[in-house]
Antibody
Framework: EVQLVESGGDLVQPGGSLRLSCAAS????????MSWVRQAPGKGLEWVAN????????YYVDSVKGRFTISRDNAKNSLYLQMNSLRAEDTAVYYC??????????????WGQGTTVTVS | DIVMTQTPLSLSVTPGQPASISCKSS???????????LFWFLQKPGQPPQLLIY???NRLSAVPDRFSGSGSGTDFTLKISRVEAEDVGVYYC?????????FGGGTKVEIK
């Protein structure tokens, strides 16, 4: 079964740091782009970051550039999001998602259940 | 950034009746490769989003055929031919032609 499981969400003070993890299974993790998407309480979806299969390139939404870092360990089938200088507006459920490119036409076709980050 | 605008904000539908959601983008979503990078997701209450339709009109295999997507350029529509109770939730459109990837604000579908 194709699965993504996030962990690492917590309550953290403004200015603090947190590292989220996403464990992938059921597919060849090293072949896929991966993404983080967040959802603030009662709000819509916001794309946060993408990373290439070989981690050679990363992309971020402007609001997190310089504060968040997406990374991956293909040997461990794991995706990470290092979050520094956290702000109240970073409070959200963070989802990891498989971003399938090429013949998949850039679709986010597998999502985890999410992990909750509260900055207060 | 490409702005995705969904209407209506909410829909209340009688079971068995059709429903339609509009999504308009601030720029064309048709790439030079000929593909159009417009997607539809459903987020059921308490669940993560699930992909329903990719590249405007392609349904995932597990998605019922009462769901259909159409449109081109900057104007897109998701239609549910006969709404069922399990279709409740918030529907989002999304573009991936250009970073940052952006979502519409969502359309909440309820059952009357």
């Amino acid at each position: 079964e194709v699965q993504l499981v996030e962990s690492g969400g917590d309550l953290v003070q403004p200015g603090g740091s947190l590292r989220l993890s996403c464990a992938a299974s059921g597919f060849t993790f090293s072949s896929f782009w991966m993404s983080w998407v967040r959802q603030a309480p009662g709000k819509g979806l916001e794309w946060v970051a993408n990373i290439q299969p070989d981690a050679s390139e990363e992309y971020y939404v402007d609001s997190v550039k310089g504060r968040f870092t997406i990374s991956r360990d293909n040997a461990k089938n794991s995706l990470y999001l290092q979050m520094n200088s956290l702000r109240a507006e970073d409070t959200a459920v963070y989802y990891c998602a498989r971003y399938c490119t090429g013949d998949c036409l850039r679709r986010m076709d597998v999502w985890g259940q999410g992990t909750t980050v509260t900055v207060s | 950034d490409i702005v995705m605008t969904q209407t209506p904000l909410s829909l209340s539908v009688t079971p068995g009746q059709p429903a339609s959601i509009s999504c308009k983008s601030s720029q064309s979503l048709m790439h030079s490769d000929g593909k159009t990078y417009l997607f539809w997701f459903l987020q059921k209450p308490g669940q993560p989003p699930q992909l329903l339709i990719y590249a405007v009109s392609n349904r995932l295999s597990a998605v019922p055929d009462r769901f259909s997507g159409s449109g081109s350029g900057t104007d897109f529509t998701l239609k549910i031919s006969r709404v069922e109770a399990e279709d409740v939730g918030v529907y989002y459109c999304m573009q991936s032609i250009r970073r940052p990837l952006t979502f519409g604000g969502g359309t909440k579908v309820e059952i009357k």
